[in-house]
Nanobody, 114 residues
Framework: VQLQAFGGGLVQAGGSLRLSCVAS????????MGWYRRAPGKQRELVAT???????VYADSVQGRFTVSRDNAKKTVYLQMDSLKPEDTAVYYC?????????WGQGTQVTVSS
């Protein structure tokens, strides 16, 4: 499975961005899809994940500001990011887990200026 992310960029604090990630093939709704990020000098961290039958999972730092969703027909997972903060600056990676294997996209840079 290949994943390609879109939608990163430069935005001012308080602004919004929407990330998209398209898979090369259909991902079952029972498979988790989501987003991680890596800020400069920090380890990669979970941002949000989604799978059918379960509530979406969010990092505490983005709860209430970010919304993860997916369109299985379009093989796409989205991350709507609102009320962005400078500390949200990072490379964002989409991912999916199929059986016991994690698949990662190439990453898209999000920069939030103060």
């Amino acid at each position: 499975v290949q994943l390609q992310a879109f939608g990163g960029g430069l935005v001012q604090a308080g602004g919004s961005l929407r990330l998209s990630c398209v898979a090369s093939r259909t991902i079952l709704s029972s498979n988790t899809m989501g987003w991680y990020r890596r800020a400069p000098g920090k380890q990669r961290e979970l941002v949000a994940t989604i799978r059918s039958g379960r509530d979406a999972v969010y990092a505490d730092s983005v709860q209430g500001r970010f919304t993860v969703s997916r369109d299985n027909a379009k093989k796409t997972v989205y991350l709507q990011m609102d009320s962005l903060k400078p500390e949200d600056t990072a490379v964002y990676y989409c991912y999916t887990k199929i059986e016991w294997t994690n698949y990662w996209g190439q990453g898209t840079q999000v920069t939030v200026s103060s």
